[in-house]
């Protein structure tokens, strides 16, 4: 996602100029919308899901985030995860390419399939907010009695509020 966190201010380079200016505040209702390339600079910018499109492309461009995020992470290319993902190897960095995107949705089998080939649970690649998704994550990881412990934990500190 361009090297920032989602609580900064993200930024776009003007086309007519060097400088940056901001475009928006990452919120709950905005969310990255693709990147392009400019001068070598790569620039990122958001919509607001109120102003453009609908939960459904909200849903699609947050899998579509998570899935890039979690390939960069892991160092894949998009051939090699989609080739792992069981994908033919002609078409596979076009495929995924389209996913992360958000050109094209694949069926919950294929997003498990490519969530396995990543090595996380599928949810982490749904989650709404940063945090919920490292929450998954590190929650996949540990021992069903950890987790249990984790969940009675939340629950009484729900409870408090």
């Not at 090297?3 to 400088?19: A, C, D, I, P, T």
């Not at 990255?32 to 849903?59: E, F, I, V």
């Not at 989650?127 to 987790?147: G, K, M, P, W």
Request: glycine letters at 6%; charged letters at 25%; one cysteine or more.
């Amino acid at each position: 996602m361009c090297g920032l966190r989602r609580r900064q201010v993200w930024h776009r380079l003007s086309k007519n100029s060097q400088s940056t200016n901001p475009i928006a505040a990452a919120s709950p209702q905005c969310y990255l919308y693709g990147n392009r390339q400019d001068k070598g600079k790569t620039a990122c910018w958001l919509h607001d899901s109120h102003l453009y499109g609908s939960a459904l492309d909200d849903a699609r461009l947050i899998f579509a985030n998570r899935l890039r995020a979690a390939r960069l992470a892991s160092g894949l290319t998009q051939e090699a995860l989609g080739v792992a993902t069981g994908i033919a190897a002609e078409v596979a960095r076009t495929r995924i390419n389209r996913y992360e995107h958000g050109v094209n949705e694949c069926d919950l089998r294929t997003a498990k399939r490519l969530a396995d080939a990543l090595g996380m649970p599928l949810a982490a690649l749904y989650a709404d907010t940063d945090e919920i998704a490292e929450v998954i994550v590190a929650f996949a990881t540990l021992s069903r009695t950890e987790q249990r412990a984790v969940v009675n934990e939340l629950k009484a500190r729900a409870k408090k509020r």
